[in-house]
């Protein structure tokens, strides 16, 4: 999302302070829109919110281009479940989390501050935006879910008894999504590991094993054809509800895929690993892996006040964007200053 491309150092009167150093919030009221000016002390160029591969990768480009960045982190990755990552070239079998700390140890090259904390609002100020942090959760120590916070956290102190307000230029949003299961029992302990959704990422590791496919809509036919590249013991179990559309079980029947009609109710597992699934009837199905689609919500409630047009897919509601990834201009419907890239 880019209000203005002028860099913060470029601004008239605005004066950079050292790096790491607590600098002191402008006296207004951040309630009153168009009340700051984008060029106070505090403006950075952007603040990227959510400092995930995606947000870490924007700040490295952009600390190279000599931007004034600030990533706000709240240091949940949606693959911090797996203990490793792959598919990435050069990377293959990395820990997610080592990725991160790698990515944040090549910020500390640039004007780059990286800091922990909840982005909760975004509002339009004179020439820019304000940012407000729900709360700081941590100052680089790492938090509950063992994820390091790099460094910095010089600029974003100046607590307006709401929370922590920064002030910048254009706003970066990479806050990723949120992984919603089906209310199947014994799941959410083995997502990540056995349980998983993406066959290219973790299919290799379980190939030619009991593999199962968890249907919760008609679109989890295209998971199962796709999941029985990796084995040819493949199972489809059906979530409460779920049906799946005639022409698409023929397709699988054609390809040796069983359908098991009552409904799934619960993971077993034994030590951490998956051992079966139980459908209904009390039947123990024996299974070494299974592939499952979560619901897909979008981490962009912070985004409420600025009101972004969204548009409701088959996977979920994401902000609609044109071709070149611009979304319609905020509440104030002034065409053409911002944009978001997805
Ligand atoms: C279990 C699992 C395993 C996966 N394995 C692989 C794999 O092996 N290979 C692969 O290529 N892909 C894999 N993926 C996909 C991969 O996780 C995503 O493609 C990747 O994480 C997307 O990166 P991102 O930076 O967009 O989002 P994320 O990695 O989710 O990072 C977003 C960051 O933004 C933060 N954030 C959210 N809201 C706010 C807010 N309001 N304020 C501040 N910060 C906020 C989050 O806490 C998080 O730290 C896997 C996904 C899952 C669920």
Request: glycine share 14%.
């Amino acid at each position: 999302m880019t209000a203005s491309t002028t860099p913060a150092h470029d601004a008239p009167g605005h004066a950079t302070p050292a790096h790491g150093t607590p600098d002191h919030a402008p006296e207004h009221d951040i309630h009153t829109p168009h009340a700051i000016a984008a060029d106070a002390p505090r403006a950075y160029d952007t603040v990227v919110i959510g400092g995930g591969t995606a947000g870490l990768s924007a700040a490295l480009l952009l600390g190279r281009a000599r931007r004034r960045v600030l990533v706000i982190d709240a240091g949940r990755p949606r693959n911090r479940f797996a203990a490793h990552m792959h598919g990435a070239l050069g990377l293959d079998g990395m820990p997610p989390l080592e990725l991160l700390a790698r990515g944040r140890a090549e910020l500390e090259h640039y004007d780059v501050e990286v800091v922990t904390g909840e982005v909760a609002s975004i509002r339009e100020v004179t020439r820019g935006l304000a940012v407000r942090r729900e709360k700081d959760i941590g100052n680089g120590d790492g938090n509950e879910d063992g994820h390091g916070h790099g460094h910095g956290h010089g600029n974003v102190d100046g607590d307006d008894g709401e929370g922590n307000v920064v002030y910048t230029r254009s706003v970066l949003v990479a806050s990723g999504i949120e992984d919603h299961l089906p209310g199947i029992d014994g799941l959410d302990a083995l997502w990540g590991g056995d349980v998983f959704a993406c066959p290219y990422c973790h299919g290799w590791e379980v190939r030619g094993r009991r593999l199962g496919v968890l249907a919760t809509s008609p679109m989890s036919a295209h998971q199962a054809l796709l999941a029985r590249q990796w084995s040819e013991d493949l199972t489809v179990f059906l979530a409460a509800g779920a049906e799946l559309p005639r022409e698409a079980r023929g397709r699988l029947a054609a390809r040796g895929v069983v359908v098991v009609e009552d409904p799934a109710v619960a993971a077993e597992s034994t030590g951490g690993r998956l051992t079966g699934i139980r459908t209904a009837d009390g039947t123990v199905h024996p299974l070494d892996a299974l592939l499952v689609s979560p619901a897909l919500q979008p981490r962009d409630r912070f985004l409420a006040e600025i009101a972004p047009v969204r548009v409701d897919t088959l996977v979920g509601s994401f902000l609609q964007v044109d071709a070149n990834g611009r979304t319609s201009p905020p509440g104030s419907g002034r065409p053409g200053t911002w944009s978001i890239r997805g």
